[in-house]
């Protein structure tokens, strides 16, 4: 049976579709992968349609309402990894994410509005008792905002993640060709922080 990673935040702008397309891109080339694109903005599915033929294969699918069960279980027993897209707000499509989901990625940048917003998305995936984290995105490279955050987090007890992703511009450019920083630059900065991140996402599932 597949797992489940949901990426979900109902603040807009986090780094929700970005995320979900370089992780599923970045497992495509070990696992089967599919791809659950249930927001409304469909950002992912134009990612998908620009994505290169000879890129590593993803299953695609973007589904919405009622329909959202019935396709993940679907695709749940023919892959090893799901990755659903969740629109910027907690709606029943995305309520029916969380709960199919083994684990519940929030991405935030370093603002207090961005951290706020996050506390509806855990309060939803601990009603629903799924596991969530908290992800660092978009971090400038300098300053003491990184350690500033990621103390203040820790203090409110929030689950976060020790990975972390940078501010790079690599992520909108390899997006617009349907790709993922794995991808255009294997040796980029972008890319290690994207397997690291993945790599303890895979540890904390399993
Ligand atoms: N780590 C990052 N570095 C630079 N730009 C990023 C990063 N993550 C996301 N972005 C950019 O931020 C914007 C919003 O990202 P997106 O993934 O669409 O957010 P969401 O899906 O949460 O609304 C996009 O322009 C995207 O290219
Ligand atoms: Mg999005």
């Known amino acids: 049976m597949a797992i489940v990673i949901t990426v979900a935040q109902q603040k ?6 970005t ?6 891109a970045a497992l495509a080339t070990s696992r089967r992968v599919a791809l659950l694109d249930i927001d409304p903005q469909h950002s992912l599915t134009r990612w998908n349609e620009l994505r290169p033929k000879t890129a590593a294969k993803i299953t695609f699918s973007d589904v919405s309402g009622w329909r959202v069960t019935g396709e993940l279980d679907r695709l749940k027993a023919t892959h090893d990894i799901v990755v659903i897209d969740s629109p910027p707000h907690i709606d029943t499509d995305a309520r029916l994410a969380i709960r199919g989901a083994n684990l519940v990625l929030i991405p935030v940048q370093p603002s207090a509005p961005d951290i706020w917003a996050a506390d509806g998305t855990l309060k939803l995936a601990a009603a629903e008792k799924r596991k969530a984290t908290l992800v660092l995105n978009r971090v400038p490279s300098s300053g ?10 820790k203090a409110d007890g929030k689950p976060l993640m020790t990975a972390t992703i940078g501010n790079r511009t690599g992520f909108a450019s390899a997006f617009a060709d ?19 991140l993945l790599a303890e996402l895979l540890e904390m599932i399993g």
């Not at 995320?19 to 599923?24: D, R, V």
């Not at 003491?144 to 987090?153: N, V």
């Open 19 to 24: 995320l979900a397309a370089n992780i599923a």
């Open 144 to 153: 003491k905002l990184r350690e500033t955050m990621t103390a203040q987090l």
């Open 12 to 17: 807009g702008g986090t780094g929700k579709t």
């Open 178 to 196: 349907g790709l993922a920083v794995t991808e255009t630059a294997p040796r980029s900065i972008a890319a290690n922080e994207l397997r690291a």
